[in-house]
């Protein structure tokens, strides 16, 4: 009977260490890589692409209308970057912006970058 139950732990505790294993090899294979983002109208994607926005308007003194976020990639790393490109309004005509924002492990939105793809 203890031979058995010896057994049944080992087992346990064997098939335990390979899913966990098997999890943490599928996050590694996550991180540092940029993998597509799945569903872009996402309302966590499109604010990030309207903070994206605001904050450029903040810093460079301009007044774009945010529309949509058309496409974007994520990268995890200690936080997660957002690589997304744009569409907003300057003026009356529509353009294509992208730009880079950090969300750090604190849920908190950084700007990186901000650059216009369209004239």
């Known amino acids: ?7 049944m732990v080992s087992l ?27 569903n872009i109208d996402d309302p966590h994607i499109q604010s990030l692409g309207e903070f994206a926005v605001d904050e450029h308007n903040k810093q460079a ?5 945010f529309q949509k976020v058309i ?6 790393v200690a936080g ?3 690589e997304l490109e744009l569409t907003a309004l300057e003026g009356t005509v529509s353009r294509i912006y992208g730009t880079l924002i950090f969300t750090d492990l604190e849920n908190k939105n950084h700007l990186i970058n901000f650059y216009g793809l369209s004239n």
């Open 61 to 65: 003194k301009t007044q774009l209308k």
């Open 1 to 7: 009977m203890a031979k058995s139950l010896f057994f």
């Open 12 to 38: 346990l505790l064997f098939v335990v260490s390979l899913s966990s294993v098997a999890a943490t090899r599928s996050l590694l294979d996550l991180v540092g890589s940029y993998e597509p983002i799945k």
């Open 71 to 76: 496409s974007g990639k994520l990268q995890i």
């Open 80 to 82: 997660t970057n957002y």
